[in-house]
């Protein structure tokens, strides 16, 4: 047994879980007229409620004890004060000095960081300012009207979905674009109707040398040289973000125009450094910082604040009180906001990567559940997919629901409409619906068919966390980011993984690379396992030619 499972925290929170399990949420709001009060916080114009969940008085500090067991207070500052916490790797992990809009000074190895976060800060704005402006000019003399982004992973989820949720704030004049795949349909379908001539291409990767994002700048290149046809022209219209300047200059792609990121910047964190330019040439560099700042305030918040008031620490703690004893193995994130139609999906790497863990810091296998199955999609699309297993499914799937009281646009009813779904589903799972109330709504006939009735009564007890803010701006949404991020870490810690190594993704990319030579002839592959065998074989006789 871990000494986490044996520690008396835990202990007293199994407990607490075995007296609790069956209180029921609707009852306990019935009796407590000020369970809102207690059980919510704001930080600027965001508003925290976690009322909605399965929680009494008792609750808070036994999860609070957990977290002081496994030391989150020091972790917190190690982290902050660029400790190696990402210990395989032997890394500090920086994210927030990206955001250390104070300036004071953070050291790696006895020097001090800010002085080069700085540097690539100034130089992302003189290179924003020259492009949107149109004082940078293609090779043949146009304004640049396309921006393409080509990254994976962190270096291209995170970029796409803050362009995406801020597009209100986005220039008209020139546009963003992702390719992230290695399928070429992605770089095929976004390169239509864009011209070589005003298109910018950022090739964003951390060691410039991951497999899809190479093969994609290699057919951008080649689109573009179809056109230009002179690789001096190449230093228009190519920008690199990286950590490797050998390898961007073995790419090709003239250094002057490379924009430098660290080591302590994990992919998955890394929005927040020169991968963000894409998202700076959309909506400026004034706002890049705004969202800096929001990211700056969370983190105060998160390293200052005790943490029975600490929204990113109850975000997690909440998570391993679903997660390790009501044994939820999913969590929900549901923003009723479409411009955040990508949050979901960010957070799954996000979340996935960072604490899909089996081995704790000592190598230990783990005998507790770690990171969960994150999933999710906006409000109100989801309502008409998979609520119902929500309400009425035989698994407890925790979620948590995001809205702006305002919308960018103007149509009547329509932001009404969604803010009541909003708030209307958390309390319908809260709530429930009981075979009385079931009964009260149907014919004299319908009470007696006992499979109708059944099948309409809701179990309720279901929680979620709402987010509520005044509007989806820069600095909510950094704000907002830097909360998720902060709560993977404070499971990661509390499940005592390394949240910040991603071990778990080479195995296939190895096997990929020892595949690729077998499939360049037509030879029956005999090396692997017969169903391997198979399907590389199948896949030779369908291929044409
Ligand atoms: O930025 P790159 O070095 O190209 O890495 C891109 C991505 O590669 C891998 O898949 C990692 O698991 C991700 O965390 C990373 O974001």
Not at 126 to 132: D, E, S
């Amino acid at each position: 047994m871990s000494s986490l499972t044996t520690s008396q925290a835990w202990i007293a929170l199994q407990a607490h879980y075995n007296q609790t399990q069956n209180d029921s949420l609707r009852v306990a709001f019935a009796n407590d007229p000020e369970r809102y009060n207690k059980f919510s916080l704001h930080l600027n114009d965001i508003l925290f409620d976690y009322s909605k969940n399965r929680i009494n008085d008792q609750s808070i500090p036994l999860l609070v004890d957990l977290a002081n067991y496994t030391g989150l207070p020091a972790k917190i500052e190690a982290m902050f004060t660029g400790e190696p916490i990402n210990t395989t790797e032997k890394r500090a992990v920086l994210h927030t000095a990206l955001r250390n809009r104070d300036n004071h000074p953070i050291y790696v190895d006895g020097i001090d960081v800010m002085p080069g976060i700085n540097q690539v800060l100034d130089k992302m704005r003189h290179f924003c300012n020259a492009v949107r402006t149109g004082e940078w000019k293609g090779y043949t003399g146009k304004r640049i009207t396309d921006v393409v982004n080509i990254g994976i992973g962190g270096s291209g989820l995170g970029p796409k979905m803050v362009s995406m949720t801020l597009t209100p704030y986005g220039s008209d004049n020139l546009l963003v674009h992702y390719v992230s795949n290695v399928d070429q349909t992605n770089i095929v379908e976004e390169l239509k109707g864009l011209s070589p001539e005003t298109t910018l291409f950022i090739i964003a990767s951390k060691l410039f040398s991951t497999q899809e994002t190479m093969i994609n700048a290699n057919s951008a290149r080649n689109w573009f040289l179809d056109s230009a046809k002179d690789t001096s022209a190449i230093a228009k219209h190519f920008v690199a973000i990286s950590t490797h300047t050998e390898n961007v200059a073995k790419f090709g792609i003239d250094t002057e125009n490379m924009f430098e990121f660290w080591d302590w910047v994990g992919g998955r964190y890394s929005l927040w450094s020169a991968v963000g330019l894409s998202i700076a040439l959309y909506i400026g560099m004034d706002n890049f910082e705004e969202l800096l700042q929001g990211a700056y305030e969370a983190d105060l918040h998160f390293r200052n604040t005790p943490l029975e008031k600490n929204i990113p620490a109850l975000m997690g703690l909440l998570g391993i009180w679903y997660n390790n004893f009501f044994e939820a193995r999913s969590y929900v994130l549901l923003p009723y906001d479409q411009s955040m139609r990508y949050f979901a999906d960010y957070f799954q790497q996000g979340d996935m990567e960072s604490n899909g863990k089996s081995v704790d810091l000592n190598g230990d296998k783990v005998d507790y559940s770690t990171g969960q199955i994150v999933w999710g999609q906006p409000g109100t699309n989801g309502q008409h997919a998979f609520f119902q297993l929500m309400h009425q499914g035989t698994q407890l799937v925790p979620c948590d629901f995001l809205a702006a009281a305002n919308s960018h646009y103007r149509l009547p009813e329509h932001h009404d409409v969604l803010i009541s779904n909003f708030l209307a589903q958390p309390e319908a799972l809260m709530r429930g619906k009981t075979e009385e109330e079931v009964k009260q709504a149907l014919t004299h006939e319908e009470q007696h068919d006992a499979v109708l009735v059944a099948s309409k009564v809701f179990d309720g007890n279901r929680p979620s966390n709402s987010f509520l803010f005044e509007k989806m701006t820069p600095k909510t949404l950094g704000t907002l980011l830097a909360f998720y991020e902060h709560k993977i870490f404070v499971q990661g810690v509390v499940w005592n993984i390394n949240s910040f190594d991603q071990m778990g993704v080479e195995l296939g990319k190895i096997l990929a690379n020892a595949i690729l030579p077998e499939l360049k002839n037509d030879a029956v592959i005999k090396s692997h396992d017969c169903s391997t065998n198979a399907l590389i074989n199948a896949y030779k006789k369908l291929r044409q030619p």
